[in-house]
């Protein structure tokens, strides 16, 4: 079982930063996939990033690259998602979500939800 916290959310003006927190409540030293998505009201849940906390692998939507980096620290068992240039359709709940590596195709998928086990209960993002 893995628990996830995401902290960090919060309000910030277009253009500025933020980054968020993926804590794992329960120590592992197993590889895992960690995504992470946002919602906004109406909208479907969709994948932004992802990381492969084995060899640091890292994967991100078109709508994110080149603003926000997704980050592991082991020791700290923890994902970041640090967000840059904010605009104000980033305005979502960000949610990050567990599961295992694949094998052979690693974290193939990430961005889809179904393919996560373990979920966090989300921050609040909002740009204006």
């Known amino acids: 079982q893995v628990q996830l916290v995401e902290s960090g959310g919060g309000s910030v003006q277009a253009g500025g930063s933020l980054r968020l927190s993926c804590a794992a409540s329960?120590?592992?030293?197993?590889?895992?996939?960690i995504g992470w998505f946002r919602q906004a009201p109406g909208k479907e849940r969709e994948g932004i990033a992802s990381?492969?906390?084995?060899?640091?692998?890292?994967d991100y939507a078109d709508s994110v690259k080149g603003r926000f980096t997704i980050s592991h620290d082991n020791a700290k068992n923890t994902v970041y998602l640090q967000m840059d240039s904010l605009k104000p359709e980033d305005t979502a709940m960000y949610y990050c979500?567990?599961?295992?590596?694949?094998?052979?195709?690693?974290?193939?998928?990430?961005?889809?939800?179904?393919?996560?086990?373990?979920w966090g209960q989300g921050t609040q993002v909002t740009v204006s």
């Open positions: 979500a567990a599961d295992r590596v694949y094998e052979f195709s690693g974290c193939a998928g990430w961005a889809n939800p179904r393919r996560y086990t373990y």
């Open positions: 329960v120590y592992t030293n197993s590889k895992k996939c």
């Open positions: 990381i492969e906390t084995g060899g640091g692998s890292t």
